[in-house]
C-alpha cells in the first residue's frame, strides 16, 4: 500500500512543477503530453489505492464469517 501512495506522491509533485516558469521553460512544446500523461497516471494510481482499500475492507468482512464444513 506504500507504493501506490508514493507514486501518487510523485506524479502530484510532478504536475506541480510542470506548471512553474521553470518547469515550462525545461518541458518545452511537449509539455502538453506530459502533463496529460501524468493526469492519466494519477487516475490510474488513485484507482489503484481505492480499489486496494476496498479489497482490504472486503477481506476484513470476510474474515470474521465463520467457516464451518459444508455437511457437518
Do not use: E, H, N, W
Request: hydrophobic share 55%; glycine share 8%.
Amino acid at each position: 500500500m506504500l507504493r501506490p501512495v508514493f507514486t501518487l506522491l510523485l506524479i502530484v509533485a510532478a504536475l506541480g512543477i510542470a506548471f512553474t516558469p521553470r518547469g515550462l521553460a525545461a518541458l518545452g512544446s511537449g509539455r502538453q503530453v506530459l502533463v496529460a500523461a501524468l493526469v492519466i497516471l494519477g487516475i490510474l494510481q488513485a484507482y489503484r489505492l481505492i480499489s486496494a482499500r476496498q479489497a482490504k475492507k472486503r477481506d476484513d468482512l470476510l474474515k470474521k464469517i465463520s467457516k464451518r464444513p459444508l455437511g457437518i
